[in-house]
């Protein structure tokens, strides 16, 4: 059971923007987004992921080590930056996410 499972949501939730969840930028056609992977221990560790997400890398956040509660902090407070970044959030599997900012295409 995944976070989103949490809230009465379906398991295969790609993007809490709905069709805006995969973004095609022309400028960035055929280049690949440096991807970097998280496994926050505490809610302080927030601030180093969103200034990953602030420089254009995509950002993969196993949540697995945190409590419920910390977990859901994290996800909402990563979910409303990457709101203002105009990007998207996919969920991967069970508490992995990958947050993707504004015009990094996710192809699968």
Do not use: C, W
Not at 32 to 44: H, M, N, R, T
Not at 96 to 108: L, Q, T
């Amino acid at each position: 059971m995944g976070l989103f499972d949490l809230f009465g949501r379906e398991s295969d939730v790609k993007s809490q923007r709905g069709t805006r969840g995969i973004f095609n930028d022309p400028t960035t056609e055929g280049k690949e987004a440096p991807i970097a992977v998280f496994k926050p221990e505490s809610y302080k560790e927030v601030e180093t992921i969103i200034d990953t997400l602030r420089e254009g890398k995509n950002a993969i956040v196993h949540l697995y080590a945190l409590k419920t509660e910390t977990a859901i902090r994290v996800l909402d407070i990563l979910s409303g930056a990457i709101y203002a970044l105009n990007g998207g959030v996919y969920e991967m599997g069970k508490n992995i996410f990958m947050f993707s900012p504004s015009g990094i295409e996710i192809k699968r």
